[in-house]
């Protein structure tokens, strides 16, 4: 059992509203202490990639898949879910990104795969992910470092200095219809 919203960190990196990253929405930097979750709540015609930086954090709807340290969760709303995520015992660090639904009103889906490197298909063609380790061969993009217990958020190319986890988005930014 756990309280929702209760030992819940969430710090909004990104939150372009106005499609100026064409399909990206918000980028949240989320802390979950021990059996602490989201609260039960909807999403409708979004794709949220969740990887999960440290710890381990159950999806409590369908299938409840787990996902642990290295893995990215692709949940894909479409017509309508309402879902929870709960972390494990010692916790979770994730990074969730909210995307426009890549198929709207489709069958609600939710996939686990498990600690991918390199570029993640994620089955759209506006929105890539890379994900890997600082160091000279960072592709360039909208780049996530998380290194020393925070994540920043920068436009870049070029190496990534230091230790820490990147995840690379390259998006389509022309300006979305729904935007207009």
Known sequence: MHTPGAGLES???????????????RVADDRLGGGAGYGRHPHRDVDVVAV????????AWGREAVAGPGDVAVLRAGRGLEH?????????????TYLRAAAPGGEPAHDVLLRPTGWVDLGR???????GTAG???????????????????????????DGVVLVWQLDTARPAWAD
Do not use: F, K, M, N
């Open 52 to 59: 999960v930086l440290r710890g381990s954090v159950r999806h």
């Open 11 to 25: 710090r909004v990196l990104l939150d372009p509203a106005d499609g100026s990253l064409g399909p990206l929405l």
């Open 125 to 131: 063609a506006d929105a890539r992910l890379w994900l």
């Open 84 to 96: 929870d995520e709960i972390a494990g015992a010692d916790g979770a660090h994730v990074v969730q």
């Open 136 to 162: 000279p061969d960072v592709p360039p993009g909208l780049r996530l470092v998380a290194g020393d217990d925070r994540v920043t958020a920068t436009v870049g190319e070029g190496p990534v200095p230091g």
